[in-house]
């Protein structure tokens, strides 16, 4: 197996390094293992990578990005090798269970997790006994992991950011907009609409300017996967309908178009309750645009009050209706009269404002380029190498299976002694029998052992569901109860 040739020369005695994620996507996970790759390559390490197309009822049906990706078939390496996974903690032991199985022998694993909140949930907790090593993009996604990894590491890295290709000309081009300023917020509706809180920056755009104005500024609110949340996107739709400068964009674009849009935005806003890192911020800034966001969360490790607008937050409980998170966790509820005054102020393109933005870009290009990022990689892996790998739980459920077919061939085995057994055997056929009762309860303990934690497994497996259940219960009744309070009253008599 011959790794891609890289664009310097391979960091010496670093062993070889394989890394999985879905590498195909085109939502933030895929995005991340893609530039984790390139920035490796950046930094003279050879990277091998496997694409994951996991694909089950709570996965989000990923759609291709266009971005190139390689895919090489794995064999088990026999020098001891470095495994990095893009992938979060809920996602490990199925990837264990399945074709990700060479990654974990004889290697030590790295996986590379993202979350939004500060405490995490259990189904994400378990991922941490595969492990050898965890990686957080943010501080404060570290902080979150350090609080249930026991003796695991987890170690904070900086994360590349990818450049969004084109120039001013080409996006005023194909995006327009009659020549006006555009404010811009992108999210996902999978990702959860009350943590990225669009209508948040539609609420500080019409405070900052009450009235649509002719020429005058716009909103622009672009989405992916508004379909798979119908209520939610017609809620949003129908709350800003009546403000002609707000536009609502929903679905995929290619790479070339969502860059370009990147380029045609005059600033980027984002009201998020919280965020993990904040990867579309991250590229607005890497074109110099002047970027408004929460002053919590991931996006802190890129954001500074000297080249950024951080807009200050009361902490508040989650609350009812977010599938992803417990109601009783706590995220941020940005100040919409501080967003407004700031949306105002980067309207007004002063020479101060668009100093800030350009310091912003400086920042950003600086600390966030795929060498100096791959640099950064590539030491945490000489931190890691030589590492012994840590004893992992073998409670899938091929070993279960092989348990118990190993107890029946040794059943089998011993009905098919023969007997009867002679007065003066009973001595050896005593010590015989004893040796063979006591192999068969060591084998029953195991079977036993692996059965009870693979039940565990799916005991908690099928507690996490309910509560995703409940969750979305409490969402469907709290948007069930929004659209009759806007529903028209009856006519008057």
Same mark, same amino acid.
């Given at each position: 197996m011959t790794p891609s040739p890289s664009a310097s020369a391979p960091a010496p005695a670093l062993p070889e390094i394989w890394l999985a994620g879905f590498l195909k996507s085109g939502l933030g996970l895929g995005e991340s293992s893609r530039l984790i790759a390139r920035s490796l390559e950046a930094a003279g390490v050879p990277v091998v990578t496997q694409t994951w197309e996991k694909t089950d009822v709570s996965t989000v049906p990923f759609e291709n990005s266009g971005a190139s990706s390689k895919t090489i078939r794995l064999t088990t390496a026999a020098d001891l090798g470095i495994s990095i996974l893009s992938l979060n903690g809920d996602q490990i032991a199925r990837f264990m269970s399945g074709e990700g199985k060479p990654f974990f022998e004889n290697r030590y694993v790295v996986s590379i997790w993202f979350w939004e909140l500060e $405490?995490?949930?259990?189904?994400? !907790?378990?991922?941490?006994?595969?492990?050898? $090593? !965890?990686w957080a993009p943010t501080p404060f996604i570290q902080a979150a992991l350090q609080r249930h990894c026991g003796e695991v590491p987890v170690k904070v890295f900086t994360h590349p950011v990818p450049i969004p290709l084109g120039d001013i000309t080409a996006a005023r081009l194909r995006f327009p907009f009659e020549g006006r300023f555009v404010f811009l917020f992108t999210f996902d509706f999978q990702s959860c609409v009350k943590r990225k809180n669009p209508s948040g920056v539609c609420e500080a755009f019409v405070q900052a300017f009450p009235e649509p104005q002719p020429g005058g500024p716009l909103c622009l609110v672009k989405s992916i996967n508004g379909a798979l949340h119908p209520i939610d996107h017609a809620l949003l739709r129908h709350r800003w309908a009546h403000r002609p400068d707000i536009i609502m964009m929903d679905g995929f674009l290619s790479v070339e178009d969502r860059d370009l849009l990147t380029w045609r935005a005059d600033a980027c806003v984002s009201l998020h309750r919280s965020e993990g890192l904040g990867l579309t911020l991250m590229e607005a800034m890497a074109v110099g645009k002047p970027c408004i966001a929460t002053a919590y969360s991931g996006n802190l490790a890129f954001m500074k009050e000297e080249h950024s607008w951080l807009i200050p937050f009361t902490r508040v409980p989650v609350g009812r209706g977010s599938v992803h998170y417990d109601a009783a966790q706590i995220w941020a509820d940005p100040d919409t009269a501080a967003a407004a005054a700031a949306i105002k102020e980067v309207f007004s393109q002063t020479p101060a404002v668009l100093a800030k933005a350009r310091a912003g870009m400086d920042y950003v290009r600086s600390h966030h380029s795929p060498s100096a990022c791959g640099t950064g990689l590539a030491s945490l892996l000489h931190e890691a190498k030589g590492k012994k790998p840590r004893t992992r739980p073998g409670i899938t459920p091929p070993a279960r299976a092989e348990a118990y077919a190993a107890l029946a061939a040794l059943r089998k085995e011993q009905e098919q002694t023969p007997g009867p057994v002679k007065p003066w055997q009973w001595s050896a056929a005593l010590r015989d029998i004893r040796k063979e009762s006591a192999r068969t309860a060591r084998m029953e303990r195991r079977a036993l052992s692996l059965t009870l934690s693979s039940l565990k497994q799916m005991d908690e497996a099928h507690r996490a569901r309910?509560?995703?259940?409940?969750?979305?219960?409490?969402?469907?009744?709290?948007?069930?109860? $929004? !659209?009759?309070?806007?529903?028209?009253?009856?006519?008057?008599?």
């Open positions: $405490e995490l949930p259990a189904r994400m !907790v378990d991922g941490f006994q595969y492990l050898d $090593e !965890v309910v509560a995703d259940l409940q969750r979305q219960i409490g969402r469907l009744s709290d948007q069930l109860t $929004e !659209v009759i309070r806007r529903l028209p009253g009856p006519d008057p008599q």
